[in-house]
């Protein structure tokens, strides 16, 4: 059975710092992608990072670059998000995610519960 386990939210002020983690279990970690997503308040869940199988390829929403460091253990089944310089407006619920295609190539979509960041002073 697939999880991924966020933890590492919090309450923060402006231009503070938070790490978040995503414990994954259930399937070969080191093969697949990870991703980060958030949802705001009223808004639509929207895409923050991702990081390639073997950490070669990052990317980030442009909301977040420069601010925000995506990286992953594949010994410890384990994705991170660093986040720095945190603003009011990266307060959502960020969520873990990953896919992939089955033995019939149906797409498979993986999703944590989130946890709670809140930026404010």
């Known amino acids: 059975q697939v999880q991924l386990v966020e933890s590492g939210g919090g309450l923060v002020q402006p231009g503070e710092s938070l790490r978040l983690s995503c414990a994954a279990s259930?399937?070969?970690?080191?093969?697949?992608?990870m991703r980060w997503y958030r949802q705001a308040p009223g808004k639509e869940r929207e895409f923050v990072a991702s990081i390639s199988a073997v950490s070669i390829t990052t990317n980030y929403a442009d909301s977040v670059k420069g601010r925000f460091t995506i990286s992953r253990d594949n010994a410890k089944s384990t994705v991170y998000l660093f986040m720095n310089s945190l603003k009011p407006e990266d307060t959502a619920v960020y969520y873990c995610?990953?896919?992939?295609?089955?033995?019939?190539?149906?797409?498979?979509?993986?999703w944590g519960q989130g946890t709670q960041v809140t930026v404010s002073s």
């Open positions: 995610y990953t896919t992939w295609r089955d033995f019939r190539g149906a797409k498979v979509e993986n």
């Open positions: 259930g399937f070969t970690f080191s093969n697949y992608a």
